[in-house]
């Protein structure tokens, strides 16, 4: 504690306020400690607490769409029961207010974390850990390490049976709008949608994968380059039902009809997916689920449970609606 008081250049007293969660520190001063206490490799011994706080801290990257509010619900409808509050911030994608956030996480003193589709640098990660706090993360992005426990749903293979089922309807070209590059469920989505063509005897094709960011105009103007190729494709695998909402604006502005011209396939099921008309065919994942599943998960570490995986993977669903039909 004396090196950390002198390197962080404030009191020995100062140090033991930030290590014990006493609440009058400034906050300047707090970050200051508790990156050095981080960069020293310091690790709070897990003590019991005397009085919980009875709050969860919830984290996303934004609030804005569907996935969110599922999110949201699903950690509430776990939370509420067992007796705890939830504390929800959105932090900027680039992690502008990352570091704010944490100072305030170090002041509530929260009895957990949940972290969702959120990207923890080596450093926030031994600085959460260091504040001796559960934390479970749900469909993370990059790859967090083995001791820490992440919640998600079965990507890959929602992708294949997306793309099976589009083979059995007799289609061969098959374009994919991919998600973003840096999240883990982009890659197994691809992976599982080339894995089905291959199974198929069927060499992906990249000229008709297109990136996409997961948004309905990604959606819209990758679908649009689609269509635009010479042998354009029968159907299309959007990635998400966001992506697969903007496929029906280009084909609709094309002049195709779906699913005599084109079939769409996304992924997600949110509600919007079924009032589509036609109604989307989509691949269900358990998004509520996944969040009461974090939920459940965080409960059992902060009561001391050892022994927990390290991935919980909840199955996909194939749901076949209008917007598919054999080629014509």
């Not at 496929?247 to 005599?260: D, M, Q």
Request: aromatic fraction near 4%; hydrophobic fraction near 40%; proline fraction near 5%.
């Amino acid at each position: 504690m004396g090196e950390i008081a002198q390197e962080a250049g404030v009191s020995v007293p100062t140090v033991s306020k930030v290590l014990n969660g006493h609440a009058h520190v400034a906050a300047e001063t707090r970050q200051r400690v508790e990156e050095i206490i981080a960069r020293r490799g310091y690790a709070r011994r897990p003590a019991r607490r005397s009085k919980k706080a009875g709050l969860i801290d919830l984290v996303f990257p934004g609030l804005g769409s569907e996935w969110a509010r599922e999110i949201i619900e699903g950690v509430e409808n776990v939370a509420q029961e067992a007796g705890y509050g939830t504390v929800v911030s959105s932090l900027s994608i680039d992690g502008s207010r990352t570091r704010a956030w944490l100072a305030n996480l170090a002041e509530r003193k929260s009895d957990g974390l949940l972290v969702a589709v959120y990207e923890l640098d080596a450093k926030q990660i031994r600085r959460i850990k260091s504040l001796g706090i559960p934390v479970v993360l749900i469909d993370p992005v990059g790859q967090p390490g083995p001791d820490l426990t992440t919640i998600g749903a079965t990507n890959w293979k929602g992708a294949y049976s997306a793309t099976e089922y589009l083979l059995s309807l007799g289609h061969r070209r098959i374009g994919m709008i991919g998600g973003r590059p840096d999240l883990q469920c982009s890659s197994a989505r691809e992976d599982g949608y080339v894995a089905a063509l291959r199974r198929a005897g069927i060499e992906a094709d990249r000229s008709i994968m297109v990136p996409g960011d997961f948004s309905t105009e990604a959606g819209e103007a990758e679908t649009e380059r689609l269509l635009a190729a010479d042998n354009r494709p029968t159907a299309i695998f959007a990635g998400n039902d966001a992506q697969a909402f903007g496929a029906y604006r280009a084909a609709r502005k094309a002049g195709l009809n779906i699913p005599a011209d084109l079939s769409i396939v996304g992924f997600d099921d949110i509600p919007a997916a079924e009032w589509m008309e036609p109604g989307l065919t989509t691949i269900r994942q358990p998004v509520v689920q996944m969040a009461e599943t974090a939920m459940r998960t965080l409960l059992r570490q902060m009561d001391g449970e050892e022994g927990l995986p390290g991935r919980i993977e909840l199955a996909t669903e194939l749901v076949v609606r209008g917007s598919t039909a054999r080629p014509a």
